[in-house]
């Protein structure tokens, strides 16, 4: 018995007008309930929720942080005592690599520097 594939039915593609797509895509949509003035010019909140009452605190959005991108010049000789230092660091848990890479060892120096200058000058 021979096994064959089924047939392929013959359908026609609907055409659809290139005018009434365009026309769905500009339609655009609309919330469910009606846009006023103080929702344009308001901030966007956060609702939380308390444990002991049912009540919501509205908290402001907060900002996300910018990150800048340095390019910094080490000599030979601080690289290496870098990598010599992340090899002396423990592993987490059973991991036998390093677990810290050296642009992330230097990002933590360099938060370090900046905690203890901190403390020292009294910046907040």
């Known amino acids: 018995m021979a096994i064959s594939s089924a047939p392929k039915k013959k359908t026609q593609p609907e055409v659809v007008n290139e005018d009434e797509i365009l026309q769905v895509i500009n339609r655009g949509g609309s ?6 003035e103080s929702d344009q010019t308001e901030e ?20 996300p942080e910018v990150l800048k991108r340095f390019s910094i010049e080490l000599t030979e000789s601080e690289t290496q005592m870098i990598k010599q230092l992340r090899t002396h660091r423990p592993p987490r848990g059973r991991a036998r690599k ?7 060892w230097i990002v933590e120096a360099v938060q370090e520097k900046i905690d203890r200058e ?6 907040e």
């Open 98 to 104: 390093i677990t810290i890479s050296v642009t992330d």
């Open 31 to 36: 919330t469910t309930r009606p846009v006023t």
């Open 44 to 63: 966007p909140v956060r609702a939380v929720k308390t444990k002991k009452t049912t009540e919501k605190k509205v908290l402001p959005e907060p900002e």
């Open 118 to 123: 901190k403390r020292k000058y009294g910046v």
